[in-house]
């Protein structure tokens, strides 16, 4: 399908920092999701975001869904090693059927 | 089980033999997507099914690659004369209703193609 527009591409950073990626598009999209994608394995839903505005907490993680419901960012703080991995975002639109993702953003901690 | 489950997780096969991979979605789950991830991309999709139907076919890559899925639950991707191109991880997915709004898509752990 479609590919969101994702950013950055990778980041490293120092165990502590804080974390920022967002994800944007032309069109505009009924839900948000973020994904975290650990080497060797499925991504695993992170958080979800179903309205416009919406601000949502997942321990560290902080996800909202943009009020122009074209885009949506993700911040994580005081990153961890186990934060390591690729994170992506993904999409719906009016229909709901067919999602959309982003092209991912490879985190690396460093201790 | 709870999740999504695929099989096999590894397989290793032959240029040109035919090869299936197993999805089975969560219970209850009535979309099944399919997707395809190169080594270091994102994912590119594949198929949807809604039920046992595919409305959407427009990413299966040739002529070579089908997919069916009976009672509306599990779901066979074959790709038959693989090429050394078919290599990736094929992941599959499921969400409960699509369309509702409130729409979520659960993946499973992938099955590695490695074709010689």
């Known amino acids: 399908g479609q590919q969101l527009n994702q950013s950055p591409q990778s980041m490293f950073i120092q165990e502590g920092e804080d974390v920022s990626m967002n994800c944007t598009s032309s069109s505009i999209f009924n839900t948000w999701l973020w994904y975290k994608q650990d080497p060797g394995e499925g991504p695993v839903l992170l958080i979800a975001?179903?309205?416009?505005?919406e601000l949502t907490s997942n321990g560290r993680l902080t996800a909202q869904f943009g009020i122009t419901r074209k885009d949506s960012f993700l911040n994580i703080s005081a990153s961890i090693p186990s934060d390591v991995g690729i994170y992506f975002c993904a999409g719906t639109k009016n229909t709901g059927n067919q999602f959309y993702f982003g092209t991912g953003t490879s985190l690396t901690v460093i201790p | 089980g709870a999740g999504v489950s695929q099989s096999p997780s590894n397989k290793v096969t032959e240029k040109g033999k035919d090869v299936e991979l197993r999805c089975d979605p969560i219970s209850g789950h009535t979309a099944l997507y399919w997707y395809r991830q190169s080594l270091g991309q994102g994912l590119e999709f594949l198929i949807y099914?809604?039920?046992?139907?595919?409305?959407?076919k427009s990413g299966l890559p040739s002529d070579r690659f089908s997919a069916e899925r009976t009672g509306g639950s599990v779901s066979t991707l074959t790709i038959q004369r693989t090429q050394q191109e078919d290599s990736a991880v094929y992941l599959c997915?499921?969400?409960?209703?699509?369309?509702?709004?409130?729409?979520?898509?659960?993946f499973g752990p992938g099955t590695r193609l490695l074709v010689l």
């Open positions: 099914f809604q039920g046992n139907s595919a409305p959407d």
């Open positions: 997915a499921s969400s409960l209703s699509p369309g509702g709004g409130q729409e979520t898509q659960y």
């Open positions: 975001l179903y309205k416009a505005g």
